[in-house]
């Protein structure tokens, strides 16, 4: 017997939402396809890579994988909704400020993974931002300044610059 399509409400980014979908759909491609929020991206489809990473409830999760079922009246947050309008989270500054990106493809997950780090240690050790990251592919070998970049968020935020 085929899925029927229901109505998902969630907050994206701070606001309500109301999709119809199937609620065996991934998130990642709501957010995508149906919601125009292209900035989590597709990597692998098999929680591998961490392109797709978003905040679901203020942790990290990878919407490649996550049914929007499973999320219907959660609070997810994506790359786009880091920032206020009009200005860009510490992260995304300190990551200019650092070049920590060079293709930028795994770029939007490695910040959000760094943003849950970030809200719950915000002087994270070298070793600790390492670890929050492990779960992220990146080939193009920023990974140093990647590390010098959230930490830097972190004393950024210190200071009161947050977003």
């Known amino acids: 017997m085929a899925e029927a399509a229901e109505a998902y409400e969630l ?16 998130l990642l491609s709501v957010l995508r396809n149906e919601l125009d929020l292209k ?23 990878y919407s490649c994988s996550r049914e929007i079922g499973t999320v219907a009246g959660r609070s997810v947050t994506t790359i786009e909704g880091l920032g206020r309008e009009g200005s860009l989270h510490p992260l995304q500054q300190a990551f200019i400020e650092e ?18 780090l970030l809200a719950a240690n915000p002087s994270p ?13 990146c080939r193009c070998g920023s990974h140093n300044r990647i590390i010098r970049a959230v930490q830097k968020a972190g004393r950024m ?4 610059a947050t977003a």
């Open 11 to 26: 907050t994206v980014n701070g606001s309500p939402v109301r999709v119809e979908t199937y609620g065996s759909k991934p």
């Open 99 to 116: 070049q920590a990106g060079q293709c930028g493809y795994c770029l939007s997950g490695i910040i959000i993974s760094a943003a849950a």
């Open 157 to 160: 935020m210190a200071a009161g």
């Open 39 to 61: 900035g989590s991206r597709f990597g692998c489809g098999l929680e591998q890579c961490g392109a797709c990473m978003v905040l679901i409830d203020g942790e990290p999760a």
């Open 125 to 137: 050790t070298r070793q600790e931002v390492a670890a929050a990251l492990d779960g992220h592919l």
